[in-house]
């Protein structure tokens, strides 16, 4: 059995993009959280006209207003079909 060693350059390329990964990372973290505070500053505007605008889309800019507990801009309008529950006896 041969004994392999990796080349330096091979180590190095390996790290660098190991380094990048984690840059990017912390990028998108950094995103996110400037997304986040895009939807704050403008509580008239709808996720959709702000991820139209930045270039995201609206389903995208939800996910970012829930994972910062950014209130919605109306209430659900969904009820249940069942109607009121009776009472047991």
């Known amino acids: 059995m041969s004994a392999y060693t990796p080349s330096s350059t ?3 390329a390996i790290k660098a993009v190991a ?5 990017l990372k912390q990028r998108r973290q ?3 959280e ?5 939807l704050r500053a ?3 505007a709808t996720n959709a ?12 800019m939800r996910r ?3 994972e910062f507990d950014i209130p919605r801009k109306r209430k659900p ?4 079909i069942k109607g009121p529950k009776r009472a047991t006896k």
Do not use: C, K
């Open 34 to 38: 400037a997304l986040a505070a895009e």
């Open 77 to 80: 309008t969904v009820r249940s």
């Open 10 to 12: 091979a180590l190095d």
């Open 49 to 60: 006209q702000v991820g139209a605008a930045l270039g995201f889309t609206e389903e995208f």
């Open 19 to 23: 380094d990048a990964e984690e840059a």
């Open 30 to 32: 950094e995103q996110r």
């Open 42 to 44: 403008n509580p008239d």
């Open 64 to 66: 970012i207003a829930r």
